[in-house]
């Protein structure tokens, strides 16, 4: 991703929440991707900003274009500098939660993007990088 072509949305409030989304539903119509996929792409972002709030208060999106193997496409990275998850694999099962939600937004994330991909360490943060390719 070319750092001239990427948007980054502070996450601190519901509002950074709402942008994060509408941004990406933008850049995706901007990218050519259908109205189903913009949308797909929009909650994607969405229950990863959630999850940036709800468990680090803080973070940021990064949203920009990606071309892979012949492929476009978008690529959305949630960071956060908060206290990690403990067991990754738990945290990507259905249902999960430890803060009394649904337990759907990692799982959910994942099955909205083509390529999903998390990275935590206890008491330093998490990335989860999400890519979605168009057609």
């Keep these: 991703m070319a750092a001239?072509?990427?948007t980054r949305i502070a996450i601190e409030s519901e509002a950074d929440l709402v942008r994060a989304r509408q941004r990406g539903r933008e850049l995706a119509g901007e990218m050519g991707f259908s109205p189903t996929d913009a949308t797909l792409?929009?909650?994607a972002i969405s229950?990863?900003?959630r999850n940036i709030l709800t468990y680090a208060g803080a973070g940021e999106i990064v949203l920009g274009p990606?071309?892979?193997n012949g492929q476009e496409g978008m690529v959305m990275i949630a960071l956060d500098t908060g206290p990690g998850i403990q067991d990754i694999d738990e945290a990507l099962q259905e249902g999960?939660?430890?803060?009394?939600?649904?337990g759907i937004g990692l799982p959910?994330?994942?099955?909205l993007v083509d390529e999903f991909a998390l990275l935590s360490e206890a008491g330093k943060g998490t990335q989860v990088?999400?890519?979605?390719?168009?057609g």
């Design 41 to 43: 792409i929009a909650t």
């Design 108 to 111: 959910g994330a994942r099955r």
């Design 129 to 134: 990088t999400m890519k979605k390719w168009r």
């Design 66 to 68: 990606i071309s892979e």
């Design 4 to 6: 001239s072509t990427e």
């Design 47 to 49: 229950e990863v900003a």
């Design 96 to 102: 999960f939660s430890t803060s009394g939600g649904l």
